[in-house]
């Protein structure tokens, strides 16, 4: 089984704040996904990067997947209210890590 | 419109009391999955099947049985539920069970056992 750990557990900021979330194993990874879960609902892909290196972008979110494909990172640009909710990431074997619970205020 | 449907979406009940979750996809997915979900936990793997007829422990199964009879369902069974089953439950489904494939999941069943 290939760990996902993922940091930080929580984050609270202001809205217009920046924030990074990290997704790291001791495995490498052919491809890891982005999720983000709002409270009430199943989880919904953002995002699966599949190249080391790879950076993907979805309008404010920036997400990089590592060289060695170990790790990857979800950064926000100018967070919104609407941009809270549970932020997981997972790998090929549909493992998740324990996810980043993100709350933007107003 | 694609979905995965689970019911019930709420369920209370009593310990050893069998109880049956069902999960339906309409995407033709061969893959197939359970999950729990706890606080600080994140999602955790129940049972997970490839295909028809093909089923797989996850990390958690203890307690709980999956069938896969037809692609579109799979359902979660409870034969003697404990207070510690008490949890929010979703199912999912994909296209294929390794590989850089969405999984779209059900809204979710929060079971509370008494």
């Known amino acids: 089984t290939q760990l996902l750990e993922q940091s930080p557990q929580f984050l609270s900021i202001q809205e217009g704040e920046n924030l990074t979330v990290y997704c790291n194993s001791s495995?490498?990874?052919?491809?890891l996904q982005w999720y983000r879960q709002e409270p009430g609902e199943g989880p919904v892909l953002l995002v699966t990067?599949?190249?080391?290196?790879e950076v993907k972008k979805l309008k404010r979110l920036t997400f990089q997947f590592g060289d060695a494909r170990k790790d990857s990172s979800l950064h926000i640009t100018a967070a919104q209210p609407g941009d809270t909710g549970l932020y997981l990431c997972?790998?090929?074997?549909?493992?998740f890590g324990a996810g980043t619970r993100l709350t933007v205020k107003p | 419109e694609a979905q995965v449907t689970q019911n019930p979406r709420y369920l209370i009940t009593v310990t050893g009391k069998k109880l049956t979750v069902t999960c339906s996809q309409n995407?033709?997915?061969?893959?197939m999955s359970w999950y729990r979900q706890d606080p600080g936990l994140g999602l955790r793997q129940i049972y997970y099947?490839?295909?028809?007829?093909?089923?797989d422990k996850g990390d958690v199964p203890e307690g709980y049985k999956v069938s896969r009879k037809e692609k579109r369902n799979f359902p979660l069974i409870l034969e003697s539920p404990s207070p510690n089953q008490t949890s929010l439950y979703f199912c999912?489904?994909?296209?294929?069970?390794?590989?850089?494939?969405?999984?779209?999941f059900g809204p979710g069943t929060r079971l509370t056992v008494t």
């Open positions: 999912a489904s994909s296209l294929k069970g390794s590989g850089p494939y969405e999984q779209y």
């Open positions: 495995s490498v990874f052919s491809s």
């Open positions: 990067v599949v190249t080391g290196g």
């Open positions: 997972a790998g090929e074997d549909m493992r």
């Open positions: 995407m033709n997915h061969e893959y």
């Open positions: 099947s490839m295909n028809v007829e093909v089923t």
